[in-house]
């Protein structure tokens, strides 16, 4: 038998709310929904280019999430450290280009959470099967910290953890599902935040993943 994820949360809430999770944090729920679609060919135009694949931490562990990029700068890791680099490691190749669709979702979602002119130079794709996670973190290997970062969820359903900005700090849980944007930056920028295991479920769209876009002005 399968549990329900969300026993009391409707399979999506309200598209067009703002939840705010903090002074400069938003939640826009279901913002990218009518664009699933061409977000979808995006993903496999850029992964044909660069597929996803799993990255070693300093640490020597394998991420349990499968990674790609496009723009300018990819988000890599491995034993000598977590970084942006304008190749594709696997490839020796730039990344792909980042589609126009990506770019300005990306930039009308940071104009409505009151962060304008938002120029993403780097966009990390992130590929979640169920029982694979992503432990508290803080993103702090872009240069200029002032600028949001955007993130599009696509997919099955995901439990997000958003903490403080110290790791001791008990996170929120926020459910995030298919067309939901977050979007923060300002006070709220170095909050620790991570993706609880994710459960088994299957979408119309994408089957048994969740696919993340985080977009950053890295450089
Ligand atoms: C995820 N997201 O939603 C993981 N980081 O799959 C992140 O790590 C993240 O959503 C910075 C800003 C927004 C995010
Ligand atoms: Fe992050």
């Not at 598209?15 to 939640?27: M, N």
């Not at 723009?71 to 589609?99: E, F, I, N």
């Not at 979408?203 to 002005?217: A, V």
Request: glycine share 10%.
């Amino acid at each position: 038998m399968t549990l329900d994820l969300f026993p009391d949360e409707p399979s999506t809430l309200p598209a067009g709310s703002q939840e705010w999770l903090g002074p400069q944090a938003v939640v826009l729920r279901g913002r990218a929904l009518a664009l699933d679609r061409d977000l979808v060919q995006a993903i496999d135009t850029v992964t044909r280019q660069a597929p996803f694949r799993h990255m070693v931490t300093p640490g020597g562990q394998t991420m349990s999430v499968a990674l790609s990029s496009c723009g300018p700068l990819g988000w890599v890791t491995d034993r000598r450290g977590y970084r942006y680099s304008p190749v594709d490691p696997q490839t020796g190749m730039p990344w792909p280009a980042m589609p126009e669709v990506l770019q300005d979702l990306a930039r009308q979602a940071a104009s409505d959470a009151g962060f304008a002119n938002f120029e993403p130079d780097a966009c990390l794709i992130n590929c979640y099967e169920p029982g694979t996670r992503m432990g508290l973190h803080q993103d702090k290997d872009e240069r200029d910290l002032s600028q949001p970062i955007v993130s599009v969820s696509l997919g099955i359903p995901a439990l997000f953890q958003f903490g403080g900005l110290s790791r001791s700090e008990r996170p929120a849980r926020v459910p995030l599902f298919h067309g939901d944007v977050v979007v923060w930056g300002g006070v709220d920028r170095l909050r620790f935040h991570g993706i609880l295991p994710m459960k088994n479920a299957t979408h119309p769209l994408l089957g048994e993943r969740r696919i993340n876009f985080t977009f950053r002005k890295a450089g």
